[in-house]
């Protein structure tokens, strides 16, 4: 039971403050603390543990409970050691008779008001009043327990995942304080006052709150009050692994608290660098899709997709699929077949199905739908500062005055981050959000964005040369940072290129939709603070001029010296949780692992000397090359590993075309997904509490996926891989991912220093780990660029013509939600459908209104590509001409009116805003007979590969 | 995170007459330094109460969550989060008045109308509120009708006080 209960030291840690230590002696022992530190966490150190139930060392001392009380020599009264700073050369007791009565009555008053069913409480054996009433030596209750008393409140059990039970409730109000400091929602309060004092998620229930259900207050409750159910359920855990979750790229660790080999829940966990201790909905709670019915434990084959599926052995299933591969690598050559990693699997996994493709298919056929999230970061960040990935660590923020938030949006799709940000943000740090929507951050309980730029959807790349324009005509410009830092004719020629009045708030704000002074105003407060740092999400990577817009961040950044220390620097948000990871191993058709060309002799030279076999040097095909080579008749395998990509991929109906002329669809996944209906070989997937491994989240930190329970279908995703190379004669020889691990590190200079021992003494390592940086790196580009000389890029906006017609007047585009997860087949099958049951059309009033679509109508959006019904949500968080929905359910099939299209430094899938993705769309009522109108939106259709002729030589990455 | 399932649950829906008043009362307040307080006064002054479909509306204003505002209106005895009655009588429960008997006279108006603290009368007459001191100790039991003090308040006293309320000329409009 220990295990389970985490040390707390009562107060948080001070050691970051100035000021000299401060030494005091505490029950006779002397101990030196930062200066700050409260007496309860100096006691903590000293060996000596002070009753206490309203603090805790996540939250600020509150000193409401009065059980920690000391006594200070030479100090009257018995203050509480929580809220009381060290000082030098103080001595305290922490026990004396005195305090010892002091402290049983006050134990005495709490329970003379609370139920005493400690046997069949969920929370008996971890509950810190029972632990207190022990500590204290409560005997007897003088009270009675015939007062007035709480004892007959009813339970709130409206939250899918955790009951209140105010009945319990001590109010400590550590759960507010914890929706405040730490979530930054502040949906509970206490309600009424003195007796009548209560715990409250507002007028209303739970569900029907502000609440996020982040679990923060669950967490930080002391007593069975918020309880999570499945504790109710299945009683309190007795062991734990650290590990990481499975959900999105902040990559939160966590506790999985287990009794056997279930899971009972999942504890966000303190030490973990990237969380600190805090969690989201998903990862805290929505874990129970591992073992939903649902997933597949059996692998099965058929010969065609019309046919039913035939459960078979690992053995037969792999063997059949391996000779499918041959055969149609015999008839149609070496090139016809093909591997998508997934950036769901872990580093090791994508490594082995690169690996499998490169050497056992003899092909560079290998891709991963983390394209779309990655390629304008990988180049952009590349070209200009050296390295394909985000500069900084998560807990640089904190350092932060101003913060840039663009095409992102974290409260829903980062929310860990998120909370971070907001607790800066309250600290007194200015936000400017970027986004043709009013996210949540733009003006949320206690924050507020100073600015925000709503821009039209394509006009990124304007925004930036704006601000740009401005920090450089006004003279705003870290000059001597510039000069010492980067290229300077490179500099110089992009000085002329941004000073041109073409780029001048003024002639470019009427095309961003965003009055000039808004823009200047806003490019000042960037350009001034002390520490400036840029987060951007898909809604900057996804959209044409992906690339160019990444590239302009940059430009900006080096401009006013906001890179190379903490506070500072340019962050991607990645989508999915292993974004990076899966891209570092290597899962591009032109890249080896460590992103290095497979054209260079040297780099295939190393691994095919590793690997045993020469690598080819022809850049294999990427996902849409694939597809369309299928319909050509000259690609007819694909081995996708954890990856929907019939239902994620933009365009739906051309993929299902491409998937349908194959012979041979391999699909190893948890469920049977979209892409599964085309499939002839279903190998069953391992969830992330089934295998080991390591995660890459998106500020490069390598994390581990522990075990916690076997493989439910007998082998974990390696495993299968491995199988295939076996029965496809080119064995791999590893016993465990440690020993893949290994391979990596041997083969590439940012992960030399990588080891499984290394992750757990460090906890975690953020690459680059080699022999310059042993410990890993949280910040980049210190003392100079990765590449040297910073490199500044012209980044020539390109207006896109056609935006919107009189036929199609709205531009669709696309997101997710907090409670829901990419195409959802993990959250849906979780109760997070409490708060999500089905994807929603966001509109509008104006739009609403104009075609007389009211909240809640069902409404159908069509395409050239295809058509689907939604619901209509009425909000003013779009604006006029825009509408959105997220793709998290099949049924709703999202993705089916988008279409293809292709940035053009590289081919990316455009799902967020179909202006460049042609999705000509059209919505119009459902409703008995009433007449249908209809709302088009139209989408120029880009080319692939740069056609529209402003492609510069050398600027495409592959 | 609101359901969206299930959009059930929610209060009483504002008439236009109240979000007319809630607009007035923001625009008022919202500049001060300590905006809620003296927006929930301006609110009750208007409307005699605070409305609970005009937490969304106001915290939104503010900048602050819907939870804090609650804890706010509930914290303070003085808002009112139902429609009061015709009159308002405000019994003090403090000390002195306490000594005196005053909570013979809760009983009273218990037992005559069949409410207490926080309630109003079925036929929409009176609504009986708690205050702690009016400052009139020296001739307490004391209260406050429609805000006007009494002291010395005897059961006699308070019956002459209630049928001046519920006999008002208004009783028919119910
Ligand atoms: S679950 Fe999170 S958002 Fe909800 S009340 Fe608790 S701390 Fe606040
Ligand atoms: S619910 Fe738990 S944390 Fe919140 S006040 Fe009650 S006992 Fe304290
Ligand atoms: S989904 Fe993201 S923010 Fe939420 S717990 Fe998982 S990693 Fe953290
Ligand atoms: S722990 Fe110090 S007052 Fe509660
Ligand atoms: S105690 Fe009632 S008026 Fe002072």
């Not at chain 1, 691994?607 to 850049?619: A, L, N």
């Not at chain 1, 809640?856 to 949500?873: F, I, M, Q, Y």
């Not at chain 2, 204003?61 to 804890?71: E, I, K, R, T």
Request: charged share 20%.
């Amino acid at each position: 039971m220990d295990s389970n209960k985490i040390l707390d030291r009562g107060t948080p840690d001070r050691s970051a403050r100035v000021g000299a230590p401060v030494t005091l002696q505490i029950d006779g022992v002397a101990v030196t603390v930062p200066a700050g530190t409260s007496l309860m966490r100096a006691a903590h150190d000293a060996g000596v543990k002070v009753p206490k139930l309203c603090a805790t060392d996540s939250l600020d001392a509150f000193g409401s409970c009065r059980l920690c009380l000391v006594e200070v020599e030479g100090r009257r009264g018995y203050p509480a050691s929580c809220t009381t700073p060290c000082e030098p050369g103080m001595k305290v007791k922490t026990q004396t008779d005195k305090l010892a009565k002091l402290r049983r009555s006050t134990m005495e008053l709490y329970i003379s008001d609370h139920p005493l069913d400690c046997l069949t409480c969920p929370a008996n054996g971890n509950c810190e009043l029972q632990d207190m009433a022990g500590v204290v030596g409560l005997r007897e209750v003088r009270y009675g327990y015939q007062g007035e008393n709480h004892l007959a409140a009813p339970k709130d059990q409206s939250n899918p995942y955790f009951t209140f039970d105010p009945s319990k409730c001590i109010v400590c109000s550590r759960c507010v304080r914890a929706c405040e400091e730490i979530q930054g929602t502040f949906a509970l309060t206490v309600q009424g006052r003195g007796f009548d004092s209560k715990i409250a998620p507002g007028p209303g229930s739970f569900l029907e709150s502000e609440c996020v259900s982040c679990g923060a207050c669950v967490q930080a409750c002391p007593t069975a009050t918020l309880m999570e159910k499945s504790v109710y359920d299945q009683g309190q855990p007795d062991h734990s692994a650290i590990t990481t979750c499975a959900y999105c790229g902040v990559g939160c660790s966590f506790r999985a608290e287990m009794k056997g080999d279930q899971v009972v829940r999942m504890v966000p966990h303190k030490d973990g660098r990237a969380n600190r201790g805090h969690s989201c909905v998903k990862g805290r709670f929505a874990f129970g899709y591992a073992t939903h019915k649902d997933r597949i434990k059996q692998p099965m084959i058929r010969a065609s997709i019309q046919e039913p599926w035939r459960e078979v052995t690992w053995e037969q299933a792999i063997a059949h699929a391996a000779s499918e591969i041959r055969r149609i690598q015999g008839k149609y050559g070496r090139g016809s077949v093909g591997g998508i990693t997934s950036s769901r699997c872990t580093n090791e996994e994508t490594y082995l199905v690169q690996k499998l493709v490169r050497a056992a298919f003899g092909n560079n056929n290998v891709d991963t739908c983390a394209r779309v999230c990655h390629s304008p970061t990988g180049y952009g960040l590349k070209t200009t500062l050296g390295e394909s990935a985000g500069t900084q660590d998560f807990d640089s923020v904190m350092h932060a005055d101003v913060v840039v938030v663009m095409g992102a949006n974290p409260t829903d799709a980062h929310p860990v981050f998120a909370s971070r940000m907001k607790k800066r943000l309250r600290e007194g740090a200015q936000l400017i959000v970027i986004d043709p929507r009013k996210i949540d951050l733009v003006d949320s309980p206690h924050t507020r964005a100073a600015f925000h730029i709503q821009l039209q959807p394509g006009t990124n790349v304007a925004v930036m040369n704006a601000l740009a324009h401005v920090v450089v005509t006004e003279g705003l410009a870290k000059v001597d940072y510039v000069r010492a830092r980067c290229e300077l004719p490179e500099f110089d020629k992009w000085q002329a290129f941004i000073r041109d009045p073409k780029n001048s708030p003024e002639v470019l704000g009427p095309v961003i939709g965003v009055p000039a002074t808004t823009l200047r105003d806003a490019a000042r407060l960037y350009a001034t603070a002390r520490n400036a740092a840029i987060y951007y999400g898909l809604g900057v990577t996804e959209h044409s001029q992906g690339s160019t817009t990444v590239m302009a961040i940059a430009n900006l950044a080096m401009l006013t010296g906001n890179l190379g220390r903490p506070g500072v620097g340019v962050n991607p948000l990645r989508g999915q949780n292993n974004v990076q990871g899966s891209c570092d191993m290597g899962s591009f058709p032109h890249e080896l692992p460590g992103y290095r060309h497979v054209s260079d002799p040297t780099v295939r030279e190393l691994f095919g000397q590793s690997w045993g076999v020469p690598i080819d040097d022809e850049p294999g095909l990427r996902i849409p090359n694939m597809f369309d080579a299928a319909l050509d008749g000259s690609f007819k395998a694909l081995y996708v590993q954890g990856e929907d990509i019939a239902q994620s991929d933009p365009d739906t109906h051309h993929v299902q075309a491409a998937l349908t002329a194959m012979e041979c669809v391999i699909v190893q996944d948890l469920f049977i997904n979209e892409t599964a209906k085309y499939a002839h070989v279903f190998l069953p997937g391992a969830s992330f509490l089934e295998k080991d491994g390591t995660f890459t989240n998106a500020e490069r930190r390598i994390s581990r996926v522990r075990r916690v329970m076997p493989p439910l279908a007998g082998l974990a995703d390696w495993e299968a891989t491995m199988a295939l190379a076996k029965a496809l004669g080119y064995p791999m020889h590893y016993d465990h991912p440690s020993q893949i691990m290994a391979e990596i590190a041997a083969l590439t200079p940012t992960f030399t220093g990588v080891t499984y021992d290394k992750i757990d003494q460090l906890g975690s390592i953020q690459w680059p780990c080699n022999d310059q940086a042993p410990t890993g790196t949280p910040v980049m580009h210190v003392d100079q660029f990765v590449r040297g000389k910073g490199r500044f890029v012209i980044t020539e906006y390109v207006a896109t013509p056609e935006r919107t017609s009189r036929k199609f007047p709205l531009i669709l585009t696309t997101g997710r939600i907090l409670s829901q997860y990419n195409v959802g087949a993990q959250t849906r099958r979780t109760a997070n459908t409490a708060w999500h049951a089905a994807d929603v059309l966001e509109l509008h009033p104006h739009d609403a209104e104009a075609r007389g679509i009211r909240d809640g109508d069902r409404v159908e959006v069509e395409s050239r590509a295809g058509k689907t019904v939604l619901r209509a949500e009425v909000t003013e968080r779009m604006q006029p001409g825009v509408v959105y929905t997220t793709f998290h359910h099949p049924e709703s099939g999202a993705n089916v009116v988008t279409t293809e299209n292709s940035d053009w430094a590289t081919i990316v899938r455009n799902t967020r805003s179909p202006r460049c993705r042609s999705a000509r769309c059209w919505c119009r009522r459902r409703r008995g007979s009433r007449s249908s109108r209809r709302l088009r939106s139209s989408r120029r259709r880009c080319c692939r590969g740069g056609s529209d002729g402003r492609a510069e030589a050398g600027q495409d990455v592959q | 995170m609101q359901p969206t399932a299930d959009p059930g649950a929610t209060p009483v829906p504002l008439t236009a007459a109240q979000r007319a008043a809630i607009d007035v009362a923001i625009a008022a307040c919202r500049d001060l330094p300590g905006a809620l307080l003296p927006l929930l006064h301006k609110l009750q002054e208007q409307l005699g109460y605070v409305p609970p479909a005009s937490i969304p509306p106001i915290a939104k204003a503010l900048g602050l969550s819907q939870a804090d505002v609650h804890g706010v209106i509930t914290f303070y005895h003085d808002f009112r989060t139902t429609p009061p009655g015709r009159h308002v009588v405000k019994l003090c429960r403090a000390e002195a008045c306490q000594a005196m008997g005053c909570q013979r006279l809760e009983q009273h108006v218990q037992d005559r109308l069949g409410i207490t603290f926080g309630q109003t009368s079925a036929d929409g007459a009176v609504t009986l509120e708690a205050v702690y001191c009016l400052g009139n100790c020296a001739l307490s039991p004391a209260l406050l009708v429609d805000g006007r003090l009494q002291g010395r308040v005897s059961k006699e006293r308070l019956d002459r006080v209630l049928d001046t309320c519920v006999h008002d000329g208004k009783e028919a409009q119910r």
